[in-house]
């Protein structure tokens, strides 16, 4: 039996781990943190699960193609989906918008908001319902298997989103929201991607399109921890608190791992669902690159970073009309929020009332959060002073905006805590605490393979696996494509 090493037990690497063994493949996952899921990940303070990834998973409806892996890995079968009708929320200078997640909802709310923009409107509605055609689209085998045909099918199954991609690829938000003669949709657009570093349009209808992609019950980590009870029980072996430091080659061909520590393990393949620069750079010296792969990770930018205050309060906020039904409530601020030298005009808000799991009966988490560069966060850090400091301003700025909405919030709280970029890191080896790995995926093209280096693959959201879905996917494909290479039949089955 072929022995396969997975570094990280991140959705990646789980999923690798489960199709390998499906496949009849001995697998050992190592993993550096003491649980699996990477960033798809919890915490627990004083009795309140404070949760940092999932708001919405793409392939929680039987209607979604994704949906198949889900069952495959055995984690969508028992578990309670909780939907929302509304995407964001967004409530400035005392004005609410509604971005419900179906389009003919939505349209109807916005032309009341505007009928004389009812032109404008069914524009941006018919790029959402664009958004859900390409999520729609079949699952295809992994893309590093086409052949020619294959990939002229792809190309014409993009046919359609052509006119698509070429009005709206580059196009400005700025420009979008100045199609629309009512201040307050204006102002509602933009504040869609206020808080981030983008500033074009595409990510709009992206964000809204989120109809059938639910919320599991107990969150991110608890997903996380079935993938992995699924692949112990197909008899996968992982081992915690094992930090890789290199790749171990011999011939150009990688022949197993180092721990931290100096152990080493062989195998007959390694795959790495580990952070990509450390992967490349560190794990392996930096050998195995081109001009593509270096100039990738020297021009392109990543994904902006992240900071999250979690609260947990003595309250039931599970009915408040105000903060449910949508998945984020975005707040335009009277006073931005000056976050590590960066002002935020904008706060997301996100209440965890609907999930019992989350808190003691009769109380709330919430979580607020930030789109951070890391840069500053990093800065702040060389002094650990001014960097708690910080943490404690933030904190302060966030329960000081709260209690304008939620009374007398301050008496209630029972657990805060403030997560920087620099815990994104420390949790998962992020490079530069990115989330969903590079900014633009559609653009940065990395292969899951290294030049020159023989039975080595990558996963995960630096080589295209954005997402929870795209990393699940990410690992099922590298599967099927070393099933091929050793001409065996891909198996999977539905646990
Ligand atoms: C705030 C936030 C919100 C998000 N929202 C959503 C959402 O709504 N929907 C969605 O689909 N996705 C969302 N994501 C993105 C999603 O979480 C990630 O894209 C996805 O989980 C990435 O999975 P991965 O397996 O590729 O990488 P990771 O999760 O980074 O896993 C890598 C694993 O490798 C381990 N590792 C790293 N280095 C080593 C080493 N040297 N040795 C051993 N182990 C190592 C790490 O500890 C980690 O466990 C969100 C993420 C965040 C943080």
């Not at 996952?29 to 699960?49: D, Q, V």
């Not at 000081?400 to 805590?417: G, M, Q, T, V, Y």
């Amino acid at each position: 039996m072929k022995k396969i090493i997975i570094i990280g037990a991140g959705i990646a690497g789980l999923s690798a781990g489960c199709y390998a063994k499906m496949n009849g493949y001995d697998a050992h996952i190592f993993e550096m943190h003491n649980l699996p899921g990477g960033l798809c990940t919890a915490w627990k303070r004083n009795g309140y699960t404070f949760d940092v990834c999932i708001h919405w998973l793409e392939g929680t409806s039987p209607n979604s193609p994704f949906h198949r892996i889900w069952q495959e890995l055995g984690v969508i079968q028992d578990k309670k989906i909780h939907y929302k009708d509304i995407s964001v929320r967004l409530i400035s200078n005392g004005q609410t918008v509604n971005f419900y997640c179906d389009p003919d909802k939505l349209a109807k709310h916005l032309k009341e908001i505007a009928p004389e923009d009812s032109e404008t409107i069914e524009e941006l509605v018919n790029t959402i319902r664009k958004a859900y055609k390409l999520f729609n689209m079949p699952l295809t085998k992994a893309k590093e298997l086409f052949g020619v045909i294959d990939k002229l099918k792809n190309i014409i199954s993009f046919i359609p989103f052509m006119k698509f991609f070429i009005k709206y690829g580059r196009m400005n938000i700025d420009d979008f929201a100045a199609k629309f003669k009512n201040p307050i949709l204006q102002q509602a657009i933009l504040g869609l991607m206020a808080d981030t570093e983008f500033t074009q349009f595409f990510g709009v209808p992206f964000m809204i399109a989120t109809q059938g992609c639910g919320f599991p019950e107990g969150g991110s980590l608890n997903f996380a921890k079935s993938i992995e009870q699924s692949y112990l029980k197909l008899g996968g072996k992982i081992h915690y608190n094992s930090k890789i430091e290199k790749i171990l080659v011999n011939n150009n061909e990688a022949v197993g791992v180092r721990l931290e520590g100096g152990k080493d393990v062989k195998a007959d393949m390694v795959i790495s669902a580990a952070d990509g620069y450390s992967t490349i750079f560190k794990m392996l010296d930096g050998k195995f690159i081109n001009n593509k792969i270096k100039n990738c990770y020297e021009t392109q930018p990543t994904f902006p970073t992240y900071l999250q205050v979690s609260i947990g309060l003595d309250m039931d906020l599970s009915s408040n009309s105000n903060l449910n039904n949508s998945i984020y409530n975005f707040y335009k601020l009277d006073k931005p929020i000056e976050i590590a030298g960066k002002e935020h005009s904008f706060l997301s808000l996100k209440n965890y009332g609907f999930d019992p799991t989350f808190s003691p009966k009769g109380k709330t988490t919430l979580v607020v959060g930030f789109s951070c560069k890391f840069e500053d966060w990093e800065y702040l850090s060389q002094d650990r002073e001014k960097y708690q400091q910080e943490k404690k301003k933030v904190e302060r700025a966030v329960i000081s905006f709260l209690k304008k909405i939620i009374p007398r919030i301050e008496e209630k709280i029972e657990a805060i805590d403030v997560a920087t970029p620099l815990t994104i890191v420390r949790y998962t080896g992020n490079w530069k605490g990115s989330y969903m790995g590079w900014a633009n995926p559609f653009s940065v093209k990395v292969s899951k393979t290294l030049p020159k280096l023989k039975n080595f693959f990558m996963i995960g959201q630096w080589v295209g696996g954005t997402g929870v879905s795209g990393a699940a996917q990410s690992g099922r494909d590298c599967l099927e494509y070393i099933c091929v290479k050793h001409k065996k039949k891909f198996i999977t089955t539905t646990l």
